[in-house]
């Protein structure tokens, strides 16, 4: 409304010099945008500049952009960062889209390159916001098409279509998220330990492709963050899964977290951090434990694994089972827990006769505070699978 009050009280100037007080205008304004980027990211220990800025109003450009970590020395030169449908209401800017250039560097010998980032939804709160959840609300989606790295002209690891949601939750509502990776490659044929370069052949690792995907939730009225999928699938080969549900997760342990890792990032180098190590210790207490789980659904691996180690030690794969089944009780007599030992020598025994999946859960009876749990660390570990609720099952479904 602004620059409109000002058009319209200029109308009797001539042309060029209205034009002129336009441009102004929006400069002005996308130094705003930029500047408020910059505040932002620094709440996150992030170091943002720019040589210069193209264009203005609903959307410009900031030239000569280079990014770093709070304590860093070397920054990344990103080049052009684009602003697209910028808008503000009550001191909060948005801007609908934000791209960069696509990135290529060479470190170590490795070659890095990345193609163009783009942000949506962003949301950049108005300066005095004093809610660490607006600040952590930065975008609504993230898009990746790809990341490669290369090694003397080889490609050792690639990742294409990366991208992340975290729609505006309603009021009172926990936020949802989640994230997906469509394809990753790596290439594990450049080991040079000869007897894991022995064992990637003989399993036809060279070569590992798969996908990412993960969602999950968290409730800033209550603190409850939780992870509901995070599966890694590696193809012919099977998918690690794992979730977790914790609480405290509130505003005020953000805000000290966010506090604490500005002051370890300014810290220079080499300096005493005990006293921060400590402090974030005391936070962590303030987390409550609801549950976990680690989970393995088997495509071919089990077997494979089995079959090597076999061929390697002269025996067949049958011998090689029925060892593992014969010395697992011993192993788990270990954790002082007849019930557990019990279901893991139960779970292992069936796993390997149909090896199908196999899963590590830990679900208390009520939640427990992290305190009780990193005191119990110290004192009496094996008293933790109980206190936990920790079991052990193979070859059953995964909750939908």
Do not use: C
Not at 42 to 59: D, F, L, P, V
Not at 221 to 234: E, K, N, P
Not at 308 to 314: F, G, I, L, R, T
């Amino acid at each position: 409304m602004t620059v409109y009050r000002r058009l319209i009280t200029r109308l009797a100037l001539s042309a060029s010099i209205l034009a002129g007080t336009l441009v102004a205008a929006q400069a002005q304004d996308a130094a705003a945008v930029a500047e408020r980027m910059k505040q932002f990211l620094s709440k996150q220990a992030m170091e943002i500049s720019w040589s210069g800025i193209e264009g203005g109003g609903e959307a410009f450009t900031l030239e000569g952009v280079k990014f770093k970590a709070t304590g860093e020395t070397t920054p990344v030169e990103l080049g052009k960062v684009s602003f697209e449908g910028v808008s503000e209401q009550d001191g909060t800017y948005r801007v609908e889209t934000i791209t960069t250039e696509a990135y290529s560097t060479t470190e170590d010998g490795a070659k890095i390159e990345v193609s163009p980032l783009v942000l949506s939804g962003v949301n950049l709160p108005a300066e005095g916001q004093s809610d660490p959840v607006a600040d952590l609300m930065f975008y609504e989606g993230l898009e990746l098409a790809s990341l490669k790295v290369s090694m003397a002209d080889r490609q050792v690891f690639s990742l294409e279509n990366l991208t992340v949601e975290i729609p505006t939750p309603e009021d009172g509502q926990p936020m949802e998220f989640s994230g997906s990776a469509e394809k990753f490659t790596a290439d594990l044929s450049l080991a040079e330990d000869p007897q894991a370069k022995a064992a990637i052949e003989a399993l036809g690792l060279q070569t590992l492709t798969g996908s990412v995907e993960m969602t999950g939730s968290w409730n800033p009225a209550d603190g409850r963050m939780g992870l509901s999928q995070y599966d890694l699938s590696v193809d012919n080969a099977g998918t690690f899964g794992m979730t977790f549900d914790l609480g405290g997760y509130t505003r005020d342990f953000i805000k000290a977290m966010q506090d604490m890792q500005k002051q370890m990032a300014e810290q220079p180098a080499g300096a005493d951090d005990s006293a921060q190590g400590l402090a974030m210790l005391g936070l962590m207490q303030q987390l409550t434990f609801h549950s976990a789980s680690l989970r393995w659904d088997d495509d071919t691996l089990t077997d494979k694994i089995i079959e090597y180690v076999a061929k390697s030690q002269n025996m067949k794969p049958e011998d090689i089972k029925n060892q593992a089944k014969a010395i697992m009780p011993f192993l788990t007599a270990q954790l002082n827990n007849p019930e557990l030992s019990g279901q893991i020598t139960s779970a292992v025994n069936a796993y390997l006769d149909n090896p199908q999946s196999l899963e590590i859960s830990a679900s208390p009876s009520t939640p427990v505070p992290f305190a009780q749990i990193m005191a119990a660390g110290m004192s009496d570990p094996m008293d933790l699978t109980k206190s936990l609720g920790v079991t052990v099952k193979a070859n059953q479904a995964g909750a939908e």
